[in-house]
């Protein structure tokens, strides 16, 4: 159990264009999901929370005009890199914590991650 | 600001080796630390530690935290190349500050 899966895993596109990726938890549910960025050979950053419900939070220097997130349902968080440019082009990888207690209370589930290649 | 410090950055091991990788940590809100091992994918779980001085195993791995002194190391003994991989430590609450990583490279 406990499976997060992301769409599409890999995406190839043209600078100015927008790119949507999304995450869902297969056989849980998340009210909130983790959105990180991770450049080659660095550790992984945390770009957002996405909440069911309610607005995303953001980090610190991360663009929300540029960065939307949109989490519709208990099961999937969308990102949208709009106006995308090369300097985007990053492996995007979104979480959900377990929050149904138990042994495994706060355990965070990775999705396989999506390599996004601005042109 | 949540600071979590991994050491060393990298290190090269032959198989068969024992290999000890520490995190160190401040954060706000701290529920658990995690373990994870990042090949060129996404991060898999390894361990979640909460409470200090349990150690936790799997076959061999193994980890164990120190909350008084803010650090948890994770050993790997008996090292084979599969176990080349960048590992990676995660500390806080729901949300995770994750430290640069300690890249392991096992030769044959």
């Known amino acids: 159990g406990a499976v997060v899966s992301q769409h599409p895993s890999r995406v190839i596109c043209k600078s100015g264009t927008s790119v949507k990726i999304e995450c869902r938890s297969l056989d849980f549910q998340a009210t909130t999901m983790f959105w990180y960025r991770q450049f080659p050979k660095q550790s992984l950053m945390l770009m957002a929370t996405s909440n069911e419900g309610s607005k995303a939070t953001y980090e610190q220097g991360v663009e929300k005009d540029k960065f939307l997130i949109n989490h519709a349902s208990l099961t999937l968080s969308t990102l949208t890199v709009t106006s995308a440019h090369p300097e985007d082009s990053s492996f995007y990888i979104c979480?959900?914590?377990?929050?149904?207690?138990?042994?495994?209370?706060?355990?965070?589930?990775f999705g396989p991650g999506t390599r996004l290649t601005v042109l | 600001e949540d600071k979590v410090v991994q050491s060393p950055l990298s290190l090269v091991v032959h198989e068969g080796d024992t290999v000890t990788l520490n995190c160190s940590y401040e954060v706000t809100n701290f529920r658990s630390l995690l373990w994870y091992k990042q090949e060129k994918k996404a991060p898999t779980f390894l361990f979640m530690l909460t409470s200090s001085g349990i150690e936790k195993k799997s076959g061999r791995l193994s980890s164990i935290l120190d909350k008084k002194e803010l650090f948890s190391i994770l050993n790997i003994t008996a090292t084979q190349t599969g176990d080349s991989a960048v590992y990676l430590c995660?500390?806080?609450?729901?949300?995770?500050?994750f430290g640069a990583g300690t890249t392991v490279t096992v030769r044959a």
């Open positions: 979480s959900a914590p377990w929050t149904s207690g138990g042994a495994r209370e706060n355990e965070q589930f």
């Open positions: 995660a500390v806080g609450d729901y949300k995770l500050s």
